[in-house]
């Protein structure tokens, strides 16, 4: 009889055995599952997020300059700074497209786009399908929905959005349309100043300003109502190989944070993807990781 439970003994202690490698697996399963879930929920999720986009120059020459005392003491000092942000070419137009839609869109100048002509994903595109709210606040624009190429001291070349068949020209909106109550924002908006505001024809100090007057009570309010605020530049002043100062500020952007990583456009528009909750990403942001090491 012992010749026979010995086997028996042993197919117990195999049975029991495999039981427990099974346990462990399917632990270790959960595991990377959580483990899964808690990188991809490592982004806050605000319910508004403001890029602004300004012009033409270098990180070094925004960042600690003392031209910008509202950018440096303020956004910076009180938010995250991306120290190896770069533009992806020159000149300014394919930046702007690169960083609404992942792609240049055949965009190689600065010459005004035959409006709606590109069908392609775009952040505002993706925003509208998700159920998700978008508008762009474009200052001196002549009026909401204007499809003018230029007027006085604004530049359609600036504005991607008008590119795009998939984005409905009436959320291009007058700077003055920004609203003074921060609730009624959409999900994700872009603002772009005219062209001496943007630091494109004035001076650094002169951009600095206009942010400080015109968005710095948005930033104060984003600090305590789970919203963000990023800034950001098109490309640099062609001298130094295209390093751009970025800015992220806001409730969730731990104060005084930076992040040494290299980034571009691309990196940023999947940033404010995954910021508004996006299961798409467009173009090139698709395989771009996103901004980290910034985050409370």
């Known amino acids: 009889m012992a010749a026979v439970k010995a086997p028996q003994r042993n197919r117990r202690s195999l049975s029991a055995l495999a039981g427990a490698l099974a346990l462990t697996a399917g632990s270790i399963g959960v595991w990377a599952a959580t483990a899964s879930s808690a990188e991809a929920a490592a982004l806050p999720t605000p319910d508004h997020v403001v890029v602004v986009v300004l012009e033409n120059h270098a990180y070094a ?14 956004l910076k000092a009180g938010g995250a700074t991306l120290t190896q942000s ?18 240049n869109q055949g965009r190689t100048d600065d010459s005004c786009v035959s409006v709606g002509s590109i069908g392609k994903p775009n952040l505002a595109s993706e925003l509208i ?18 499809t003018t190429c230029s007027s006085g001291s604004y530049a ?3 504005n991607p959005w008008f590119g795009f068949s998939n984005v409905p020209t009436s959320t291009a909106k007058t ?28 001076s650094v100090s002169t951009g600095d300003t206009w942010i400080k007057n015109n968005l710095g009570a948005y930033a104060t309010w984003a600090r305590t109502h789970n919203s963000i605020l990023a800034v950001t530049f ?25 992040s040494s990583t290299t980034y571009n456009h691309y990196n940023v528009l999947r940033t404010v993807e ?5 299961s798409d990403h467009a173009g090139n942001a698709a395989s771009a990781s996103d901004i980290t090491g910034i985050w409370n």
């Open 234 to 258: 098109d490309e640099d002043n062609k001298l130094s190989g295209n390093r751009i100062p970025t800015l992220f500020y806001g409730q969730h952007v731990a104060p005084g944070s930076s």
């Open 86 to 103: 770069y533009g992806l070419t020159h000149p300014s137009e394919p930046n702007y497209y690169m960083l609404f839609s992942g792609s």
């Open 274 to 278: 995954d910021l508004a909750g996006l």
């Open 156 to 158: 359609q070349k600036h």
């Open 61 to 74: 020459q925004v960042i600690g300059s003392s031209s910008a005392p509202y950018l440096n003491n303020t």
């Open 175 to 202: 700077f003055t349309q920004f609203p003074a109550d921060y609730t009624t924002l959409p999900t994700v908006s872009f603002v772009v100043p005219n062209l001496c505001n943007d630091m494109h024809d004035c």
């Open 129 to 146: 399908a998700a159920g998700k709210t978008w508008a762009s606040y474009n200052e001196s624009l002549p009026s909401q929905g204007s």
